[in-house]
């Protein structure tokens, strides 16, 4: 009987996103083809330390708060068959309880925000050489950094709504000076963010000046830097990337927010937001946003799998990318597998189809060559 190829799910991280990267991985271990691939849940804390995966299978009903006792520690060499080590509290190896903890073949990183989507953990799995689930450092972290993001795009030709990069230092030094530079570059309404994360989490939508310095703190709160953007008066448009080399793109959907913009509770807490799949665009409209969403997966070396939220401008049919996903939510009900069940490749086969994307997107890796020779002889 041919072994199954054994996949950590890792979940969890010290992140905003944290619980939204719990009901991600729930979903994935229950889909996951069972003749093909092994799951081994590891849970990663709020406070960052990995969990076995019996521990991690438990805590994943009851939420990963700190656990005393052993834990995963991860060795970042290719010669450590996975990486991954049981450590007692004083990070002392201890024996191993089985092969799950060190014969792990891929990762499937279900990780949002940051360290976990943005280059950190794609670091890690680089130096231990294991293959894994999505985008490498680079593309990882371009894409979670909105405004290095559209930096790109910009210099590609790619359209994206106007904007400004505020430094949390600015803030403590000139606040006032801040909102009167934001307040000649766009009008209200605008969005504030964190640069750095996902799931809207510390996003605001300000109306008046009030507002704008409220939005401006919270944010500063998660990131550094924070990037102000124009409001766009349009409709919000997903659509899902899959792929390497030559990724394709998937049929388009609209999300209708049951809010005023599309912000976390409207997200993951009620259901008052509407998902229309596929979106009601026509084919010119369709055809742009197809093409824009695998330019911008390209633009930024991404691979495996991303969303791209889009807005088509209501007026004008304009279509500006918003942001760039590397790892979406990933529940059944998520955009990212909704739109590809919807183009004809269900939930299972999805999930089979990014594994298979992370092994070749490994063996392309490694057979780089890693060291040079420079030529010997005679001058």
Same mark, same amino acid.
């Given at each position: 009987?041919?072994?199954?190829?054994?996949?950590?799910?890792?979940?969890?991280?010290?992140?905003?996103?944290?619980?939204?990267?719990?009901?991600?991985?729930?979903?994935?271990?229950?889909?996951?083809?069972?003749?093909?691939?092994?799951?081994?849940?590891?849970?990663?804390?709020?406070?960052?330390?990995?969990?076995?995966?019996?521990?991690?299978?438990?805590?994943?009903?009851?939420?990963?708060?700190?656990?005393?006792?052993?834990?995963?520690?991860?060795?970042?060499?290719?010669?450590?068959?996975?990486?991954?080590?049981?450590?007692?509290?004083?990070?002392?190896?201890?024996?191993?309880?089985?092969?799950?903890?060190?014969?792990?073949?891929?990762?499937?990183?279900?990780?949002?925000?940051?360290?976990?989507?943005?280059?950190?953990?794609?670091?890690?799995?680089?130096?231990?050489?294991? %293959?894994?689930?999505?985008?490498?450092?680079?593309?990882?972290?371009?894409?979670?950094?909105?405004?290095?993001?559209?930096?790109?795009?910009?210099?590609?030709?790619? %359209?994206?709504?106007?904007?400004?990069?505020?430094?949390?230092?600015?803030?403590?030094?000139?606040?006032?000076?801040?909102?009167?530079?934001?307040?000649?570059?766009?009008?209200?309404?605008?969005?504030?963010?964190?640069?750095?994360?996902?799931?809207?989490?510390?996003?605001?939508?300000?109306?008046?000046?009030?507002?704008?310095?409220?939005?401006?703190?919270?944010?500063?709160?998660?990131?550094?830097?924070?990037?102000?953007?124009?409001?766009?008066?349009?409709?919000?448009?997903?659509?899902?990337?899959?792929?390497?080399?030559?990724?394709?793109?998937?049929?388009?959907?609209?999300?209708?927010?049951?809010?005023?913009?599309?912000?976390?509770?409207?997200?993951?807490?009620?259901?008052?937001?509407?998902?229309?799949?596929?979106?009601?665009?026509? %084919?010119?409209?369709?055809?742009?946003?197809?093409?824009?969403?695998?330019?911008?997966?390209?633009?930024?070396?991404?691979?495996?799998?991303?969303?791209?939220?889009?807005?088509?401008?209501?007026?004008?049919?304009?279509?500006?990318?918003?942001?760039?996903?590397?790892?979406?939510?990933?529940?059944?009900?998520?955009?990212?597998?909704?739109?590809?069940?919807?183009?004809?490749? %269900?939930?299972?086969?999805?999930?089979?189809?990014?594994?298979?994307?992370?092994?070749?997107?490994?063996?392309?890796?490694?057979?780089?060559?890693?060291?040079?020779?420079?030529?010997?002889?005679?001058?």
């Amino acid at each position: 009987m041919t072994r199954r190829i054994r996949v950590g799910v890792l979940f969890g991280g010290r992140s905003g996103e944290h619980e939204v990267s719990l009901q991600s991985a729930a979903s994935v271990l229950r889909a996951l083809d069972r003749e093909r691939f092994e799951p081994v849940p590891i849970g990663i804390t709020k406070e960052g330390r990995w969990l076995l995966p019996a521990d991690a299978a438990k805590a994943l009903e009851d939420g990963l708060a700190a656990m005393e006792g052993r834990f995963l520690a991860f060795r970042p060499d290719p010669g450590s068959r996975g990486g991954l080590i049981a450590v007692d509290d004083a990070d002392r190896a201890v024996a191993p309880a089985g092969p799950s903890l060190v014969d792990v073949d891929v990762v499937f990183p279900v990780l949002h925000g940051t360290y976990g989507e943005d280059g950190t953990v794609q670091g890690l799995l680089e130096l231990a050489g294991i %293959p894994y689930v999505g985008s490498g450092v680079l593309a990882s972290a371009l894409a979670m950094d909105k405004a290095m993001q559209k930096d790109v795009f910009r210099q590609k030709g790619i %359209p994206v709504a106007d904007y400004t990069l505020v430094r949390a230092r600015e803030l403590e030094t000139d606040f006032d000076a801040v909102l009167r530079r934001i307040e000649a570059s766009f009008p209200y309404p605008m969005f504030v963010k964190p640069a750095n994360l996902g799931s809207s989490v510390g996003i605001t939508k300000a109306h008046d000046r009030d507002e704008l310095a409220a939005g401006l703190r919270l944010a500063a709160e998660y990131d550094r830097r924070v990037i102000v953007e124009e409001a766009i008066d349009g409709r919000e448009i997903e659509c899902s990337v899959l792929g390497n080399e030559e990724p394709i793109a998937s049929l388009p959907g609209e999300v209708v927010p049951g809010h005023e913009f599309y912000d976390y509770e409207a997200k993951y807490v009620d259901d008052s937001s509407r998902l229309i799949i596929p979106a009601e665009l026509d %084919p010119a409209t369709t055809a742009r946003i197809q093409e824009l969403a695998v330019q911008s997966f390209l633009a930024l070396d991404a691979s495996g799998l991303a969303r791209v939220d889009f807005f088509v401008e209501r007026g004008t049919g304009r279509v500006l990318v918003n942001e760039v996903n590397t790892m979406p939510g990933f529940t059944r009900i998520s955009m990212y597998p909704k739109l590809w069940e919807a183009s004809g490749l %269900p939930y299972t086969d999805l999930l089979t189809k990014l594994i298979e994307l992370a092994f070749e997107r490994h063996r392309a890796r490694v057979a780089l060559r890693t060291e040079y020779r420079p030529k010997t002889g005679d001058r």
